[in-house]
C-alpha cells in the first residue's frame, strides 16, 4: 500500500481516531495477525469462526502500526468505524483515485459465473511481460468479494501500472458496490450461468448483477463481452455511451474470436482471430471451456497494447496459477488425477465432467468423484439429478457421490439408461477415499469436483500425494 499516516486512514474510512495521528503506516493491510508485517495495517473483521479484535493486540505486538476495528481497543492504536468491511472498501476507494491522480494504473476487471479466476490468471501472465512482475497487482487464488477486492486494491503501489481484478457476487448489488470501489478501465463479463442461484432466485436476477460491471466501467473505458452467450452480449445496451465495447467468441462476428477449434487431450488449440491479425494458441490449461477464458484475457490484453502474435504465444505458454482448478497430476502408478474442487455449480461441474471424457477417450476409464453444488436453492434436487444423468450420457466409467447434499447425482445416474453398479454414493471423504483405494489403476483417470464448502479438496489432496 502507499504510505499513509494514522489520520489518513482515520479520514478515507470516516472513522474516530484513537492513536497518534502521525503514525506511519508503511506494511501491508492484512485481516490476519499472522501475515503482519512492520508498519501493517489490521483488519479486524469479524468472521464466522473467530473475530479479529481478539488478535488486534497480537498483531500489534508483532509489528503492526494501526488497527482497523468496531471499537476501542486497550492498548491498541486504532480507528473505530462502525462496519469494518465498509471502511476497507473505502480505504481502498480512496487509495486508488490517489493512485490515478498521481500516475498511470489501470484497472482489468472481471467476472462471471464460471472462469473468473482461470481469466484472472490468463490476463496476470498477458500482461506482466510488459509491465514487468513489479508493476501489476494480480490477487492470488480468489479474492473476489468486498474484502478480498479491497486486499488487493491496496497491494497497489505508485509503481503499479496495471491491477488486475476478480469481482463476484451472490446477490444483487455485489458487482456495483466492487465497481465502486475499483471502477474499472476495462470490464469483461464471461458467462451468466446458475451459480448462486438459491440467493438470486433466478438467472435474470444473476445477469442483471453481472451486469453491472458494464454500468461500473470509467467513462470512456472498455467493455468486454462474450458473445456466445445471449445474456451477456445484451448487457451492450447496458453501456454508456462513452464507453467501446469489445466482443469475443466463436461465432464470425466477434472481435475477437477463436476458429478452428480442436482439443487433443483435453487441451484446446485455435486461431486467435482480430481486426489486426491472426495467430495459433496451444493451451497448456486442461478444458475445452478455457477457450472461453482465453479469449477474454486476449480480448482485454489487446485493450492495453498487447499485439496478437505476444497475446497468442502467451497463452501457449500460461499455467495454471490457482490451486484446486483443473490441475493434473500424472501419479507413478499410472492414475492421473484432476483436481477441480476449488468450487463447483452446474455449468463448471458439466463443463468438467465433459472434459474427464474427452481426456479418459476409449482407452481409459473415466472416474467422476463428486461433491454437493452449494446455494443452488431449490433448484438444487434437479440440477445435482442432472449432472448424475450426464455422467451416464458421457459414458463415465465409475461414479462416486459424495456426502448428503449430493445424493440426488446418485439417484439421477441411477435412473438414467441401463446403470447398474457404475454409481456408488458414500457418506463422507473416509468412505470415498476407501473405495477410491480399492478401485483406482494404472490408465485411471480420475476427477475431483465440488464446491468447497463440501470439503472434497481434501481428497484431492489425499489422491494426489497417495501415490506420490
Same mark, same amino acid.
Given at each position: 500500500?502507499?504510505?499513509?499516516?494514522?489520520?489518513?486512514?482515520?479520514?478515507?474510512?470516516?472513522?474516530?481516531?484513537?492513536?497518534?495521528?502521525?503514525?506511519?503506516?508503511? /506494511?501491508?493491510?492484512?485481516?490476519?495477525?499472522?501475515?503482519?508485517?512492520?508498519?501493517?495495517?489490521?483488519?479486524?473483521?469479524?468472521?464466522?469462526?473467530?473475530?479479529?479484535? #481478539?488478535?488486534?493486540?497480537?498483531?500489534?505486538?508483532?509489528?503492526?502500526?494501526?488497527?482497523?476495528?468496531?471499537?476501542? %481497543?486497550? /492498548?491498541?492504536?486504532?480507528?473505530?468505524?462502525?462496519?469494518?468491511?465498509?471502511?476497507?472498501?473505502?480505504? +481502498?476507494?480512496?487509495? %486508488?483515485?490517489?493512485?490515478?491522480?498521481?500516475?498511470?494504473?489501470?484497472?482489468?476487471?472481471?467476472?462471471?459465473?464460471?472462469?473468473? &479466476?482461470?481469466?484472472?490468471?490468463?490476463?496476470?501472465?498477458?500482461?506482466?511481460?510488459?509491465?514487468?512482475?513489479?508493476?501489476?497487482?494480480?490477487?492470488?487464488?480468489?479474492?473476489?468479494?468486498?474484502?478480498?477486492?479491497?486486499?488487493?486494491?491496496?497491494?497497489?503501489?505508485?509503481? &503499479?501500472?496495471?491491477?488486475?481484478?476478480?469481482?463476484?457476487? #451472490?446477490?444483487? /448489488?455485489?458487482?456495483? =458496490?466492487?465497481?465502486?470501489?475499483?471502477?474499472?478501465?476495462?470490464?469483461?463479463?464471461? +458467462?451468466?450461468?446458475?451459480?448462486?442461484?438459491?440467493?438470486?432466485?433466478?438467472?435474470?436476477?444473476?445477469?442483471?448483477?453481472?451486469?453491472?460491471?458494464?454500468?461500473?466501467?470509467?467513462?470512456?473505458?472498455?467493455?468486454?463481452?462474450?458473445?456466445?452467450?445471449?445474456?451477456?452480449?445484451?448487457?451492450?445496451?447496458?453501456?454508456?455511451?462513452?464507453?467501446?465495447?469489445?466482443?469475443?467468441?466463436?461465432?464470425?462476428?466477434?472481435?475477437?474470436?477463436?476458429?478452428?477449434?480442436?482439443?487433443?487431450?483435453?487441451?484446446?488449440?485455435?486461431?486467435?482471430?482480430?481486426?489486426?491479425?491472426?495467430?495459433?494458441?496451444?493451451?497448456?490449461?486442461?478444458?475445452?471451456?478455457?477457450?472461453?477464458?482465453?479469449?477474454?484475457?486476449?480480448?482485454?490484453?489487446?485493450?492495453?497494447?498487447?499485439?496478437?502474435?505476444?497475446?497468442?504465444?502467451?497463452?501457449?505458454?500460461?499455467?495454471?496459477?490457482?490451486?484446486?482448478?483443473?490441475?493434473? &497430476?500424472?501419479?507413478? =502408478?499410472?492414475?492421473?488425477?484432476?483436481? =477441480?474442487?476449488?468450487?463447483?455449480?452446474?455449468?463448471?461441474?458439466?463443463?468438467?465432467?465433459?472434459?474427464?471424457?474427452?481426456?479418459?477417450?476409449?482407452?481409459?476409464?473415466?472416474?467422476?468423484?463428486?461433491?454437493?453444488? %452449494?446455494?443452488?436453492? #431449490?433448484?438444487?434436487?434437479?440440477?445435482? =439429478?442432472?449432472?448424475?444423468?450426464?455422467?451416464?450420457?458421457?459414458?463415465?466409467?465409475?461414479?462416486?457421490?459424495?456426502?448428503?447434499?449430493?445424493?440426488?447425482?446418485?439417484?439421477?445416474?441411477?435412473?438414467?439408461?441401463?446403470?447398474?453398479?457404475?454409481?456408488?454414493?458414500?457418506?463422507?471423504?473416509?468412505?470415498?477415499?476407501?473405495?477410491?483405494?480399492?478401485?483406482?489403476? #494404472?490408465?485411471?483417470?480420475?476427477?475431483?469436483?465440488?464446491?468447497?464448502?463440501?470439503?472434497?479438496?481434501?481428497?484431492?489432496?489425499?489422491?494426489?500425494?497417495?501415490?506420490?
Amino acid at each position: 500500500m502507499i504510505e499513509l499516516t494514522a489520520a489518513e486512514v482515520a479520514a478515507a474510512t470516516t472513522g474516530t481516531l484513537h492513536a497518534d495521528g502521525a503514525v506511519p503506516v508503511t /506494511g501491508p493491510v492484512v485481516v490476519d495477525s499472522r501475515q503482519v508485517a512492520p508498519g501493517a495495517l489490521f483488519v479486524a473483521v469479524a468472521g464466522e469462526r473467530a473475530d479479529g479484535h #481478539d488478535f488486534a493486540a497480537a498483531a500489534v505486538g508483532a509489528g503492526a502500526a494501526l488497527a482497523l476495528t468496531t471499537r476501542p %481497543l486497550d /492498548g491498541v492504536p486504532c480507528v473505530v468505524v462502525a462496519d469494518v468491511e465498509v471502511a476497507l472498501g473505502e480505504l +481502498a476507494r480512496t487509495v %486508488l483515485a490517489r493512485l490515478r491522480t498521481d500516475g498511470d494504473v489501470r484497472v482489468v476487471a472481471v467476472t462471471g459465473s464460471v472462469g473468473k &479466476t482461470t481469466t484472472k490468471d490468463l490476463l496476470g501472465q498477458l500482461l506482466a511481460p510488459d509491465t514487468g512482475a513489479d508493476a501489476i497487482v494480480v490477487p492470488a487464488g480468489s479474492f473476489n468479494n468486498e474484502i478480498g477486492l479491497p486486499l488487493t486494491v491496496l497491494r497497489a503501489t505508485p509503481a &503499479t501500472r496495471v491491477l488486475v481484478l476478480e469481482m463476484g457476487a #451472490d446477490a444483487p /448489488g455485489n458487482i456495483a =458496490d466492487l465497481t465502486r470501489i475499483a471502477p474499472p478501465d476495462v470490464g469483461v463479463v464471461l +458467462a451468466v450461468g446458475t451459480a448462486h442461484l438459491g440467493r438470486f432466485g433466478d438467472v435474470e436476477a444473476i445477469a442483471r448483477t453481472k451486469g453491472e460491471m458494464v454500468e461500473g466501467v470509467r467513462p470512456g473505458g472498455t467493455v468486454v463481452l462474450n458473445v456466445d452467450d445471449s445474456r451477456v452480449s445484451a448487457m451492450a445496451g447496458r453501456a454508456d455511451p462513452s464507453t467501446t465495447v469489445v466482443t469475443f467468441g466463436t461465432i464470425p462476428s466477434a472481435d475477437v474470436r477463436a476458429r478452428d477449434v480442436t482439443v487433443d487431450a483435453g487441451r484446446a488449440r485455435f486461431t486467435l482471430v482480430t481486426a489486426d491479425g491472426e495467430a495459433p494458441v496451444a493451451l497448456r490449461l486442461v478444458g475445452a471451456h478455457h477457450v472461453t477464458n482465453a479469449l477474454a484475457a486476449a480480448a482485454a490484453a489487446r485493450r492495453l497494447g498487447v499485439t496478437v502474435e505476444d497475446a497468442a504465444a502467451r497463452l501457449s505458454t500460461a499455467t495454471p496459477l490457482s490451486p484446486h482448478r483443473m490441475a493434473v &497430476t500424472e501419479r507413478p =502408478d499410472g492414475v492421473t488425477v484432476v483436481d =477441480d474442487s476449488y468450487n463447483a455449480n452446474p455449468d463448471s461441474m458439466r463443463a468438467a465432467l465433459r472434459t474427464l471424457a474427452v481426456m479418459a477417450g476409449r482407452t481409459r476409464r473415466s472416474v467422476a468423484v463428486v461433491g454437493e453444488m %452449494l446455494e443452488l436453492g #431449490d433448484a438444487a434436487r434437479v440440477e445435482h =439429478d442432472a449432472i448424475g444423468r450426464l455422467a451416464v450420457r458421457l459414458n463415465v466409467k465409475r461414479l462416486v457421490v459424495v456426502g448428503e447434499g449430493a445424493y440426488h447425482v446418485h439417484e439421477g445416474a441411477q435412473q438414467e439408461g441401463s446403470w447398474g453398479e457404475e454409481s456408488v454414493f458414500v457418506p463422507d471423504l473416509e468412505a470415498a477415499l476407501e473405495v477410491l483405494d480399492a478401485e483406482l489403476t #494404472d490408465g485411471d483417470v480420475v476427477l475431483v469436483k465440488a464446491s468447497q464448502g463440501s470439503g472434497l479438496w481434501r481428497l484431492a489432496d489425499q489422491l494426489v500425494e497417495a501415490r506420490a
